[in-house]
């Protein structure tokens, strides 16, 4: 699946209804994205994944324009989170008012917690969420946890205890896991990182579509961001 944006084009790989290993009538909505350097078949994406599937989550990973086009750089954060909404615009318009968690490893992460409340999500899973740039711990970025947050999303939080980009406070977010071993790449043991999101989307699992905040909240944020 590809989607046109601001950015230019997205590719959506689905997991779920028409792909492999999916229910038939999905529960949620799982959209995950990766880093700033990365793509989407990330181990750790791969096992939250999996995780969301033998819950009856319909899953769709998402390789962001930039990375699409073969660059490493995000570029401007409004643009990218503006071009994450139409994406997320796409899905709802193909599943409906499904429960959305979205989420991501990194600057996905970031992406995906500072757009939650214009997506309309219920929650977020963020993966190697980078916390401070690597020796300047004065530049935190827990400000964009606790935006989503504050948009009345729940947050989890996975990271390595020796990720070189700082692990978020248990204040920063609804969940923080902390595993031992790891650095930012989670890939020492990419399945426990599938086992901490287990019971944090299991809650969406058993959860009736009806009332779910959506497609108006996407539609208002397009609408803001103008052609």
């Known amino acids: 699946m590809k989607v046109e944006?601001?950015?230019?084009?997205?590719?959506?790989?689905?997991?779920?209804p028409g792909g492999p290993g999916g229910p038939a009538e999905p529960r949620f909505l799982l959209v995950l994205t990766h880093g700033s350097n990365g793509g989407v078949d990330a181990p750790d994406l791969l096992a939250v994944r999996d995780v969301a599937l033998r819950l009856g989550g319909v899953v769709a990973r998402v390789l962001q324009p930039f990375r699409a086009a073969g660059r490493r750089a995000p570029g401007s954060a409004a643009r990218q989170d503006a071009a994450w909404l139409e994406?997320?615009?796409?899905?709802?318009?193909?599943?409906?008012?499904?429960?959305?968690?979205?989420?991501?490893?990194?600057?996905?992460?970031?992406?995906?917690?500072?757009?939650?409340?214009?997506?309309?999500?219920?929650?977020?899973?963020?993966?190697?969420?980078?916390?401070?740039?690597?020796?300047?711990?004065?530049?935190?970025?827990?400000?964009?946890?606790?935006?989503a947050l504050e948009a009345g999303a729940e947050v989890l939080v996975v990271n390595g205890d020796r990720d070189p980009f700082g692990v978020p406070g248990a204040a920063d977010a609804t969940k923080v896991v902390v595993l031992p071993g790891e650095r930012h790449e989670l890939a020492k043991d990419p399945e426990a990182a599938g086992a901490a999101a287990e019971p944090f989307l299991r809650r969406w699992a058993a959860q009736d579509a009806a009332g779910v905040r959506g497609r108006r909240a996407v539609d208002q944020a397009v609408d803001q961001i103008g052609p």
């Open 87 to 147: 994406v997320i615009g796409a899905l709802r318009d193909r599943f409906g008012a499904l429960p959305l968690v979205q989420g991501g490893r990194s600057n996905g992460a970031r992406v995906a917690c500072r757009t939650a409340g214009a997506a309309g999500a219920v929650g977020v899973v963020a993966l190697a969420f980078p916390l401070v740039p690597p020796g300047k711990p004065d530049r935190s970025r827990a400000g964009e946890l606790r935006e």
């Open 5 to 16: 944006t601001v950015q230019g084009v997205a590719e959506v790989t689905l997991d779920g």
